[in-house]
């Protein structure tokens, strides 16, 4: 079955760091341009990060930038999203998928996993 697995989520203070894993599941994500999505209660799903193939590009969302960075690990065949000055508006459930690194848009019929919650409260 062909799958993304996230996870890494939790709970944790604003100010605080988490770093988020996206793992495949039946494929080899080298082959693919992977980006982070993240969906807030009542509002539509959005892009986070996208990152190349091989690593070298990378895009971010504005209201990220500065505070989050993408990475892959093609031999663990991993994403990550480290995220750094978590504030209470980056609360949402994270996904990943196959992005356009310069539009940070998925594409139509991206496949997608279950998520991970994050949630930034004192």
């Known amino acids: 079955q062909l799958q993304f697995v996230e996870s890494g989520g939790g709970l944790v203070q604003p100010g605080g760091s988490l770093r988020l894993s996206c793992a495949a599941s039946g494929f080899t994500l080298a082959y693919h341009t992977i980006g982070w999505f993240r969906q807030a209660p009542g509002k539509e799903r959005e892009g986070v990060s996208c990152?190349?193939?091989?690593?070298?590009?990378?895009n971010y969302a504005d209201s990220v930038k500065g505070r989050f960075t993408i990475s892959r690990d093609n031999a663990k065949n991993t994403v990550y999203l480290q995220m750094n000055n978590l504030k209470p508006e980056d609360t949402a459930v994270y996904y990943c998928?196959?992005?356009?690194?310069?539009?940070?848009?998925?594409?139509?019929?991206?496949?997608w996993g279950q998520g991970t919650q994050v949630t930034v409260s004192s």
């Open positions: 998928a196959d992005c356009a690194v310069a539009t940070l848009k998925s594409f139509l019929g991206s496949r």
């Open positions: 990152i190349s193939r091989s690593g070298g590009t990378t």
